[in-house]
C-alpha cells in the first residue's frame, strides 16, 4: 500500500497539496514528449516476437471460383422414435415380413412401428411375388429342349439376385428402425406408404 492509499479521507487533500497538484494525480500520469507526439507512444509490430513470425490475421474466407457450386449441408435423418422398446419393435417388424403383418393389424398406437410393418410386409408381398413368377418361368424355360437348361439357370441365378437384394434391404431398414429412423424402401416403398 502506497502513502496515498494510508491516509484517511480528511488529510488526502493536505497531502495532494505537500506534493504541490490539486488533487494529487497530475504527478503520476506520464505523458509522451512533445517532440515525439503520437509517433512515441505507437510501437510498431515486430516481426519477430518470442520466436514467431506476426502474420496478419485473415479477416474474410477467400471467395469460391466463379461457376462451382456451394456444397450442399449434409441432410440429417428424420426421427421417428426415441423410445428404445418402440425402435425394437420397429426392428422386429423389419426383420421378417411376417411379424410386420401381425404388427400392421395388432399395434395402431404408433405411427413408427405401423410404418415399418407396412414396409416390410410390402417388402414379403414384391419378394414373394417375383420369387413365383421367376420360379414359374423357370420351369416354363426348361422344357425348351437343348438350351433350356441354359435359361432356366440364368432365371434361378435371378432368384438369388432377388434373395440378396431383399436380404440387403431388410437388414437396411432394421439399421434404420434401431436408430428410430424414418425410412422408405426405394421405388415400391412411396406407394406403400398410402397404407400407413
Not at 490539486?22 to 506520464?30: L, M, P, S
Not at 420351369?139 to 438369388?160: D, H, M, T
Amino acid at each position: 500500500m502506497n502513502k496515498w492509499e494510508e491516509q484517511p479521507d480528511g488529510e488526502r487533500a493536505e497531502y495532494a497539496q505537500e506534493l504541490g497538484t490539486q488533487d494529487g494525480y497530475d504527478d503520476y500520469v506520464q505523458e509522451p514528449d512533445a517532440q515525439d507526439g503520437y509517433d512515441a507512444c505507437v510501437q510498431e509490430p515486430d516481426d519477430e516476437v518470442d520466436g514467431a513470425v506476426y502474420e496478419q490475421p485473415v479477416y474474410e474466407e477467400p471467395y469460391a471460383p466463379f461457376g462451382e457450386p456451394e456444397p450442399e449441408p449434409a441432410r440429417r435423418p428424420v426421427i421417428l422414435s426415441t423410445n428404445m422398446t418402440v425402435n425394437l419393435t420397429c426392428t422386429l417388424a423389419s426383420m421378417l415380413g411376417v411379424f410386420g403383418l401381425f404388427l400392421c393389424f395388432a399395434d395402431k398406437r404408433s405411427h413408427a412401428v405401423r410404418r415399418y410393418a407396412v414396409q416390410s410386409t410390402g417388402l414379403m408381398a414384391l419378394f414373394l411375388f417375383a420369387s413365383l413368377l421367376l420360379w414359374l418361368l423357370a420351369a416354363v424355360l426348361s422344357w425348351i429342349p437343348l438350351l433350356g437348361w441354359i435359361f432356366a439357370a440364368a432365371v434361378n441365378a435371378a432368384r438369388v439376385a432377388a434373395v440378396c437384394a431383399d436380404i440387403v434391404l431388410r437388414v437396411q431398414m432394421m439399421l434404420h428402425a434401431y436408430r428410430g429412423e424414418a425410412y422408405v424402401l426405394p421405388v415400391w416403398g412411396e406407394r406403400l406408404r398410402a397404407f400407413e
